[in-house]
């Protein structure tokens, strides 16, 4: 019994192993396809439907990181309606968020004829900046809800489910249990949220304070202050970053 199904990626044919998804077969092809909830650290959600691909006989675009390979699909990446579908997700993201610091985001929207940072006014989403702890700031101006860190603090790595989703629809955010600041929750400060995070919505506090300019005995003197205050001497950092 063969362990391999085979498939075609815009006219290429291709072998990928059984339990494959789209998104591995197209990458197997050498295929770029924009992706932004999907992650190597993350289950897969289909949240974002960046990664939206044609695969023929079928109606509905499907999305690709969460799509199982069957034997003998024909696979399209590239095509006017797929091109006009990721403008028009890509478009609303950047008149709903501050895409400032989300990298990959910025080059899917250039590579896709749209330019950065043209915010509309009545949707742009206006949330306070989170600033309650020692660690790191919540800013989910920038937060595109790709649930990545809810997903790490959860059982895809850290089992700490100090984050979760509140609200609903346009108003849903990521936050904590009764909204109550991190040191009150489980959070162990891991940082793992941090470095999954594509848009910059959680940052380290002295990568922030460095990022203003701030010179580092300052920003080390601050935190080691906010450190005590919190009754964690132990975790203040030490020495310089150079």
Partial sequence: MSESL???????????????????AVEAAGQPVPH??????????????????????DGPLRPACVTPVAEGMQV?????RLTRTRQI?????????????????????ESHGISPGRPDPEMRRELAVRDDNPAFIRDYAKCVLCWRCVQVCADD???????????RGYHTRVSTSFDAPLPATTCVFCGQCVGTCP???????????????IPWQEILEQTRVEFRKRGSPAAAPRGDPS
């Fill in 89 to 109: 997700l890509l478009d609303l993201l950047n008149s709903t968020f501050d895409l400032s610091e989300a990298d990959e985001l910025v080059q899917s929207m």
């Fill in 157 to 167: 790595a850290q089992y700490t489910f100090a984050l979760t989703l509140a609200d």
């Fill in 6 to 24: 085979r498939l075609t990626i815009d006219g290429q044919e291709v072998s990928v192993p059984i339990g494959a998804t789209l998104s591995e």
């Fill in 199 to 213: 848009t910059g919505a959680l940052k380290g506090k002295r990568e922030q304070l460095l990022g203003q300019g």
């Fill in 76 to 80: 399209g990446t590239q095509s006017p």
């Fill in 36 to 57: 932004l909830c999907w992650s190597d650290h993350t289950t897969p959600m289909g949240l974002c439907r960046l990664c939206v691909v044609e695969v023929e006989g």
